[in-house]
C-alpha cells in the first residue's frame, strides 16, 4: 500500500518539471492521477508512460470552462479528486517601470487565478468524499521579494496568502491547504526563463543558496507528497519551504 492508496489527484502544469514529478511519484504511491497543462504532447505522452492510474486532460487553469471539462474527465475516470495540486505556473522578468499591464495581469491569471478557481472547484468533491488535500505551488518568492520580478511576486504572494484564507475556511470540511515554496528548481522554466532550453547550461552556476546546489524537481515532489498525505494531517494554512535555505536569511562568507 502506498502513501496515496485511494488518492484521485489533479496536478495542473503536470507535463513537466515540478508537474511531472509530482504525477510520477504519486501513481508510484498509489493514487489515480489527472495530469493536466496546455502542452498536450508532453502531457499524453507521460499519462501513457504512467499507465493506467493516469490520464492526460488540457486544462488552461484561468478558464472556468476547462476546470468543469477537468473535473467530468477525473470523476468519470477514477471519481472525485480528494487531492490537489495546483503547480501550473509561468515566470516571467522585467522591471516595474517596463512592464506593460497586459503583461503584469497574465502572470496573475495563470499564478493566482488559476489557483483561486482550482481550490474553488475542488470544494464540492472533496466535501462529497469526506475530505481532501490542497497544495498549492507558491514559491519563495511568494515569502521575499525579487529584482524584476514585480508581477510574479505579487501572484506567489497572492497563493501565500489564498491558501492561509482557504486552509481555515475549509478546515470544518476536513479539507487541508498548504502551501510549498520552492527555491532555484533546475527545470525548463528557469531555463526559457534564461534564454534558452538547455537546463544544464541555465543551471550551471551557484544559485547563492545556503544549501550550494539547485533544487531539482524531486526535491518538491517528496514534500508535496507529504503534504498530500495522512502524514501531514494536522497541517493546514502552512507555508512549507524547499528552497535550500534561501529565506532563511542573508548570507555571508
Not at 511519484?25 to 498509489?30: A, D, Q, S, W
Not at 476547462?66 to 473535473?71: F, I
Not at 501550473?88 to 522585467?94: C, E, P, Q, Y
Not at 496573475?108 to 468524499?129: D, H, K, W, Y
Request: aromatic share 6%; proline share 4%; glycine share 14%.
Amino acid at each position: 500500500m502506498g502513501r496515496l492508496a485511494g488518492r484521485i489527484a489533479i496536478v495542473t502544469g503536470g507535463a513537466r518539471g515540478i508537474g511531472a514529478s509530482v504525477g510520477r511519484l504519486f501513481v508510484k504511491e498509489g493514487a489515480r492521477v489527472l495530469i493536466t497543462d496546455v502542452r498536450d504532447e508532453l502531457g499524453g505522452t507521460l499519462a501513457r508512460e504512467l499507465g493506467p492510474n493516469a490520464v492526460y486532460q488540457h486544462l488552461d487553469v484561468g478558464l472556468e470552462s476547462d476546470w468543469a471539462a477537468a473535473h467530468d474527465v477525473v470523476r468519470r475516470r477514477f471519481g472525485p479528486p480528494t487531492v490537489l495540486v495546483n503547480n501550473a505556473g509561468i515566470f516571467r522578468t522585467a522591471p516595474i517601470e517596463s512592464l506593460s499591464l497586459e503583461s503584469y495581469m497574465e502572470i496573475v491569471r495563470t499564478n493566482q487565478i488559476g489557483v483561486f478557481l482550482g481550490m474553488r472547484s475542488c470544494i464540492a468533491p472533496m466535501r462529497e468524499a469526506g475530505g481532501g488535500a490542497i497544495v498549492n505551488i507558491s514559491s519563495a518568492q511568494g515569502l521575499e521579494g525579487m529584482t524584476n520580478a514585480v508581477a510574479y511576486c505579487a501572484s506567489k504572494f497572492a497563493v501565500t496568502g489564498m491558501t492561509k484564507t482557504a486552509g481555515i475556511e475549509l478546515a470544518k470540511y476536513r479539507i487541508r491547504v498548504n502551501s510549498v515554496h520552492p527555491g532555484p528548481i533546475a527545470t525548463m522554466l528557469v531555463a526559457e526563463a534564461h534564454g534558452t532550453g538547455d537546463i544544464a547550461a541555465a543551471t550551471a552556476h551557484d544559485p547563492g543558496v545556503p544549501a550550494r546546489r539547485w533544487g531539482q524537481p524531486e526535491d518538491v515532489a517528496r514534500l508535496v507528497l507529504y503534504l498530500a498525505s495522512e502524514e501531514s494531517s494536522y497541517s493546514t494554512g502552512g507555508a512549507f519551504t524547499v528552497d535550500g535555505g534561501l529565506t532563511a536569511g542573508l548570507m555571508y562568507e
